[in-house]
């Protein structure tokens, strides 16, 4: 039987006859493409040899606003300095090489050469004993050696070479200050040099944490844009004057930018913390020479305020003024209580925490009038705090 053969089916030739005119269809759409090309009339560029710049508009001046912030920047900016943590190691071609590991803000206090910023900011380079250096407004760099710290107010004192082209911050209050009023603020976010940013005081006497953990009372709050490398730099207000340490901004962003809220360092808290700096090196905080008895064991015996003087040393400020402390009789074992201080300068003390909270807000050689309450007695007595 002879093998199958393939069979195939030929087109039909209608099909045939719709293949052909589909071709010829596309090959005239083709040809027309091209000659539209080739026939569309060809233009040299719309340039023009007579361009010129344009005159510019005349300018109407600046109104009051935009002048006092143009006056105070420029009245203020010189005093405004770079705070930069430099690291020296052994770079690639094995020479000793400075790298810039940290910067913030600062601003120059005195024409001694002296520098104020954050604590924070040079927080490593003390620790590490890091090189710090100073850029000054005209771009001069400057070694500087640390003064003094005080951790729990997150300031810092530096010096520079006394020969350095110096011009000081005016120094202002922040007692006064009030919601509402405008601030500027002056530093280098982001590295950004001599940056101005302004706003208003939005909230005032906020407590924020210090690198100790200790809390800062009344810091300013500003919505003036403060943003890393801020830290350290002035918050004036309108007529120039120091009111505030830029300090630290609430954020939600990952790069720590700014969302409208900025805290700073009342200058006030600032004018007394610095000068103690430059005499002694440390903060001398003011103390009475007594420890306290355990407010829980206070309260648990009766009494619903103040605290419980447990121990005076000798000769402190408390001896002097004849404050008595607890006792307990070694024969009969008979507890008597300790003198309870019950108000200072007239705020009231409600515990052990806040007595050095109100205590704090006072400096060593300070006179403050202790309330004090001793058995059925309440009477008041004037103590002049020491510094240790």
Do not use: C
Request: overall charge neutral; aromatic content about 6%.
């Amino acid at each position: 039987m002879p093998p199958d053969r393939d069979r195939r089916s030929s087109p039909s030739p209608a099909i045939l006859v719709a293949w052909g005119l589909a071709g010829l269809l596309a090959l005239t759409v083709a040809l027309g493409l091209a000659a539209a090309w080739l026939l569309w009339p060809k233009q040299s560029p719309p340039t023009d040899p007579d361009a010129a710049p344009k005159t510019p508009a005349p300018k109407s001046g600046y109104d009051g606003e935009e002048r006092e912030a143009i006056d105070l920047f420029k009245g203020a900016k010189d005093a405004v300095v770079n705070v930069d943590t430099v690291v020296i190691r052994r770079g690639s071609n094995m020479q000793m090489e400075a790298f810039q590991a940290g910067t913030g803000s600062g601003f120059v206090w005195d024409d001694q050469g002296r520098i104020v910023t954050n604590y924070h900011v040079i927080q490593e380079a003390y620790k590490r004993r890091l090189s710090l250096r100073v850029v000054m407004a005209d771009r001069s760099a400057w070694q500087a050696r640390v003064v003094g710290v005080a951790p729990e107010y997150d300031l810092a004192v530096l010096k520079v070479d006394d020969k350095a082209v110096l011009k000081t911050i005016k120094v202002g209050t922040s007692h006064d200050l009030q919601v509402g009023q405008k601030v500027y603020a002056i530093g280098n976010p982001f590295g950004l040099s001599l940056t101005l940013t302004k706003g208003i005081i939005s909230a005032l006497d906020r407590e924020i944490e210090s690198p100790s953990g200790q809390p800062i009372a009344g810091a300013v709050q500003t919505d003036a844009p403060i943003n890393p490398g801020n830290s350290g730099g002035p918050l004036l207000d309108k007529d120039g004057r120091l009111v505030g340490v830029n300090t630290a901004i609430a954020t939600t962003q990952s790069n720590g930018g700014s969302v409208g809220i900025g805290f700073a360092v009342p200058v006030d808290t600032v004018n007394q913390v610095v000068p103690e700096l430059i005499r002694a090196g440390k903060l001398l905080k003011p103390d009475l020479g007594i420890t306290l008895v355990d407010q829980f064991r206070v309260r648990r015996a009766g009494y619903t305020r103040g605290v419980m003087i447990a121990q005076t040393e000798a000769n402190s400020p408390a001896a002097a003024a004849g404050l008595r402390a607890m006792s307990v009789d070694r024969r009969s074992g008979q507890v008597t209580p300790g003198d309870v201080i019950v108000a200072i300068n007239g705020e009231e003390v409600k515990g052990n925490a806040e007595f050095g909270k109100l205590l704090g807000k006072y400096k060593a050689g300070d006179r403050v009038k202790l309330t004090v309450e001793r058995e059925d007695q309440t009477f008041d007595v004037e103590v002049t705090l020491r510094g240790v």
